[in-house]
């Protein structure tokens, strides 16, 4: 029989562990006689009973397994630690609060059956998603598609199996600054996907707040693409010729033709405009460098991307 990974990260979810645990066997039963299955908790340094809720879950049945960190290394880490370990013949993201409707997962094996090796789940639109959420995906998609080699198809989520040569290619990544699902869209590999109206988050609060949202963001643009860093550079072309330009339009208008408007400025004005222009631009670009500089500096350290505190094997479960 053929088996299959399910790895569920998990930062402060002590409610939801065992929901999503029972949801997944339920939807598993029906599939007994053709394949079998794994459950691989991350415990991302929760700092509620999430860990003891998990442990306690592995005792009980040789069918879940865990990985604990030492710390919260964040969910696409965590993600990342699940799909070093698992062993499936195919592997399926699913996030612990229950949004993703553990229901479908029989038809995620559908399409990898008929020969999809990576199969994506596309959220559809939620009615109570604020106006600035909505406004904020698109422009995002819009963003990071205009600049990377690769299409990332709006509201793709984590939410996707994947098939054991994909995670084996995927494994090979060694950057730590990583957004997961662009990794796997960048590997290409043929794909299917399935349209999902998320459920209701079960219990707690999603631990996903605005800036993470945005350090996110920024990190797949600087991950998945050089543009930003070459803007900086199109940046300083654009205003070396559109401020000569200016510059020589008030130069001319002013001492030549008597121009009304560029007889208002003053030589210190003019000076102070361009300065202080030329100065923001300057500081804009050093600010684009410079998180790419960051970037290479951890990557250049070859720190391990998470530790473990403790997983199934080591704890003699």
Not at 206 to 212: D, E, G, T, V
């Amino acid at each position: 029989m053929k088996s299959i990974s399910i790895v569920i990260p998990a930062y402060n979810e002590e409610r939801n562990i065992r929901p999503v645990y029972e949801k997944v066997a339920e939807v598993f039963l029906p599939l007994k006689g053709s394949y079998t299955y794994e459950i691989i908790f991350i415990n991302d340094g929760s700092k509620d009973e999430t860990g003891e809720e998990i442990e306690a879950l592995a005792k009980e049945d040789a069918n879940v397994k865990y990985i604990d960190f030492s710390r919260n290394f964040g969910k696409e880490i965590a993600t990342t630690a699940g799909l070093h370990r698992c062993s499936g013949n195919a592997c399926l993201m699913l996030d612990a609060d229950l949004q993703h409707p553990a229901e479908l997962i029989p038809d995620f094996i559908r399409k990898w059956e008929e020969g999809f090796e990576v199969v994506i789940g596309i959220r559809k639109k939620n009615q109570s998603d604020s106006q600035i959420k909505i406004l904020g995906s698109k422009l995002f998609y819009k963003i990071l598609n205009g600049i990377i080699e690769t299409e990332v198809v709006p509201n793709s989520t984590d939410f996707r199996l994947l098939d054991r040569a994909v995670i084996d290619e995927f494994n090979r990544f060694t950057e730590t600054e990583r957004m997961t699902r662009g990794l796997i869209d960048w590997l290409g590999f043929r794909r299917a996907y399935i349209h999902f109206k998320a459920n209701d988050r079960l219990h707690g609060t999603a631990s996903y707040s605005f800036w993470k949202l945005v350090k996110l963001a920024l990190n797949s643009f600087i991950s998945l693409s050089l543009v930003p860093l070459k803007l900086a550079g199109y940046l300083g072309i654009f205003i070396t010729i559109s401020s000569g330009i200016a510059g020589f339009y008030i130069m001319v208008g002013k001492y030549f033709f008597r121009w009304h408007f560029a007889s208002t400025f003053s030589d210190a004005e003019n000076l102070a405009i361009f300065i202080v222009f030329l100065v923001g631009i300057i500081l804009t670009s050093i600010g684009l460098i410079s998180l790419y500089v960051a970037n290479i500096h951890k990557e250049i350290l070859h720190r391990p991307m998470y530790v473990v505190r403790k997983h199934t094997d080591s704890s003699g479960i």
